[in-house]
C-alpha cells in the first residue's frame, strides 16, 4: 500500500513538472455557430495564422502556448469581425456577439487589463480630436484661415498631452509587456537618448523581447542625428536624373531636410506652411532639401507642381527603402531636420508655427 501510495504521489509530482504553461481561450460569441475563427500574429513584419476554431452554437476553444505576452486579433472569416486582445498563457474568456466583435469583454489576460486601461484613458483624447478634425474641415470648406490656424495649435496641443500620457504609462508600468509596444508608438516625437533611458528603466525581462532589441536599435540609430550632431551625408538624383548631395546644400544659414510623400496626405497638408514659410525667409538663408519616398516618379514631379515646392527635391523612388530615410532612422513622414550652416542638427520634426518660430528665432524677422 505504501508503495502504491508513493507511485501514485510520484505520477502527480511527474505530471505537475512536465506540463507547460500555455493559453486556453473560451469564446462565447452568440449567433457565431459554425463560424471559422482565426487567431492571428504579426511575427517580424508578417500576419500569422497561429490558431483556429469553429464555434459550436456560440462556443469555440483555442490552447496552444505563446512565449511571452503579444498584441493579436481574432478574426470571424465569415462575418469579418475581429478584435484586438493580448493573448498570455493563461485562460481568456471572450464574451460577445457576431455582429459586434470588436466590443467583446475579454477577461483573465492581466495584460490585456493593462492594454484596456491605456485605451480607457485615450478615449477623452480622440473624441477631442475627432470633434476638432470635424471643426477643421468645415473651416476649410469655408476658407476660413484664421480658424483652422487656431484648430491646428489646439491638434498639437491635445497631441502633446496624448503623448505626454503614453510616455508617463510606459515609465510607470516598466514590467507591463504594452509599455513597449506603447513605446514605439511614440519613439518618432522622441530623441534616442531618451528612448534608451526608458528602455534601461524596464525590468529585465523586457530586454529579451524583439521590440525592445528594435527599439534599441533603433535609439543607437537616431543618437546619429539627434539635436548636436552632423548631418550624415548622402547623394541621391532629383527630378531630372542629376546626383545631389546633401553636403552640396550646406552652407545656407539654416537647411530645412524634409522628408515627405506625393501619397502622404499630411505631408500635403503641411506643403502650404513650408511654402509660406521658403517665401517669407529664402532671401534671408532659408532653404529646404525634400527628399521624397515616393515610388513613382510621375506622382512624385506632380505633387511637387501642384504643391509649388521650388525647392531642390531629390529621391531613389524606393518608397520606405529610400536609403536617405534609413540613414536618418525615419518611421513616420513629415519627418524634417533642420540644419545650421556647418550641417549641425538644431532641431527636427518641427511643423507649422514651431518651425516658423524657430527661422524667425534665428533669422529673425
Given at each position: 500500500m505504501k508503495r502504491l501510495l508513493y507511485l501514485l504521489t510520484l505520477a502527480t509530482v511527474i505530471a505537475a513538472c512536465s506540463s507547460e504553461p500555455g493559453y486556453v481561450i473560451k469564446g462565447d460569441i452568440e449567433g457565431s455557430d459554425q463560424e471559422l475563427f482565426y487567431l492571428h500574429r504579426v511575427v517580424d513584419g508578417r500576419i500569422v495564422a497561429i490558431d483556429s476554431a469553429v464555434s459550436k452554437k456560440g462556443s469555440f476553444k483555442m490552447k496552444g502556448i505563446i512565449d511571452y505576452p503579444d498584441l493579436v486579433q481574432l478574426v470571424a472569416m465569415d462575418n469579418g469581425g475581429r478584435i484586438n486582445f493580448y493573448l498570455e498563457n493563461t485562460e481568456i474568456t471572450l464574451s460577445g456577439n457576431i455582429d459586434s466583435l470588436e466590443v467583446s469583454k475579454i477577461s483573465g489576460s492581466k495584460t490585456h487589463d493593462e492594454y484596456q486601461s491605456l485605451i480607457d484613458a485615450s478615449k477623452e483624447f480622440n473624441e477631442q480630436a475627432i470633434n476638432i478634425n470635424t471643426e477643421y474641415q468645415m473651416a476649410r470648406q469655408t476658407n476660413n484661415e484664421a480658424k483652422m490656424a487656431l484648430l491646428e495649435k489646439e491638434i498639437v496641443a491635445l497631441e502633446d498631452q496624448m503623448i505626454t500620457m503614453q510616455k508617463d504609462f510606459v515609465k510607470n508600468n516598466p514590467s507591463s509587456y504594452v509599455a513597449p509596444a506603447v513605446l514605439r508608438s511614440i519613439s518618432y516625437y522622441m530623441e534616442g537618448d531618451e528612448i534608451a533611458d526608458i528602455i534601461s528603466a524596464m525590468d529585465a525581462d523586457m530586454a529579451k523581447l524583439p521590440i525592445v532589441k528594435e527599439l534599441d536599435a533603433m535609439a543607437t540609430a537616431l543618437k546619429?542625428?539627434?539635436?548636436?550632431?552632423?548631418?550624415?551625408?548622402?547623394?541621391?538624383?532629383?527630378?531630372?536624373?542629376?546626383?545631389?548631395?546633401?553636403?552640396?546644400?550646406?552652407?545656407?544659414?539654416?537647411?530645412?531636410?524634409?522628408?515627405?510623400?506625393?501619397?502622404?496626405?499630411?505631408?500635403?497638408?503641411?506643403?502650404?506652411?513650408?511654402?509660406?514659410?521658403?517665401?517669407q525667409f529664402n532671401k534671408k538663408g532659408f532653404d529646404i532639401f525634400g527628399v521624397s519616398l515616393d515610388q513613382e516618379k510621375d506622382s512624385w514631379v506632380k505633387a511637387i507642381a501642384d504643391d509649388k515646392l521650388t525647392w531642390t527635391h531629390v529621391s531613389d523612388l524606393q518608397y520606405w527603402n529610400n536609403s536617405a530615410a534609413k540613414l536618418y532612422s525615419i518611421r513616420a513622414i513629415p519627418a524634417n531636420f533642420l540644419l545650421d550652416e556647418s550641417g549641425t542638427i538644431i532641431a527636427r520634426n518641427l511643423r507649422g508655427d514651431e518651425l516658423l518660430n524657430k527661422v524667425q528665432e534665428v533669422l529673425g524677422q
Open positions: 546619429a542625428v539627434s539635436i548636436g550632431q552632423k548631418a550624415p551625408d548622402f547623394t541621391m538624383n532629383d527630378v531630372d536624373g542629376n546626383p545631389v548631395s546633401l553636403s552640396s546644400k550646406i552652407g545656407s544659414k539654416l537647411l530645412l531636410l524634409d522628408f515627405w510623400a506625393g501619397w502622404c496626405n499630411p505631408c500635403r497638408l503641411e506643403n502650404p506652411n513650408l511654402v509660406k514659410i521658403y517665401k
